[in-house]
């Protein structure tokens, strides 16, 4: 697992400190601007760039906390509602649209778990926006990305294999997924086509 590769660890946490980086300086910059700024108007504007920005780091680190973190057992359930709230906080207000079904109380943790990092993949090969779907295929997951452009790379499709781990964070996210679908007694797999990709859990 991700404690047993110091590489993959250290580059997971590149992912997470990129994904926070915006939004932490955002609030940096609108505090800056706070004690600066004397008008009113301008003071108004830095207080919806830190309130704005705040919000958005919070919705980061909920949804990494949740894909990422290591509270409970990996017996535990996740519960359904928390894993959709969650994912929706995170795409909210981006250039994606995110459609949840509706399913049961729970998941397994490691699922859960896997299908957040999975959607986050996903995202990031849709760079100009589109559309994000979960589906349930009888015993199997599906996430279905589609977008005008497709952005699949070839790290994050090395990172879903079993060689030797790309150095890049997209690649770390995608072997750890991996990892936790094998968990769940899942085989991850990549169908990218021209404009859209679907990846696939299922045992």
Known sequence: ????????????CSRLCHDLAGSIGAVNNGVELLVEETDAAMR???IGLIAQSASDAAKRLSFFRLALGASGSMN?????AEFSRVAKAYFDGGKLSLLLPATAD????PLGKA???????????????GS???VKDGAAWLIRAEGTTLRWQDHVAQGLGDGALP?????????????????????????P????????FAA
């Open 193 to 200: 086509g021209e404009t859209s990709l679907i990846l696939r």
């Open 44 to 46: 108004e504007e830095a």
């Open 76 to 80: 535990e359930p996740m519960a359904y």
């Open 132 to 134: 994000l779907g979960l």
């Open 106 to 109: 729970t998941l397994p943790k």
């Open 167 to 191: 150095a890049e964070p997209a690649a770390a996210i995608a072997r750890y997924a991996q990892q936790l679908a094998a968990m769940a007694g899942c085989n991850l797999q990549a169908e």
């Open 115 to 129: 299908l957040l990092l999975g959607l986050s993949l996903a995202a990031q090969a849709l760079p100009r926006g």
């Open 1 to 12: 697992m991700a404690s047993e590769n110091p590489d993959l660890v250290a580059l997971i």
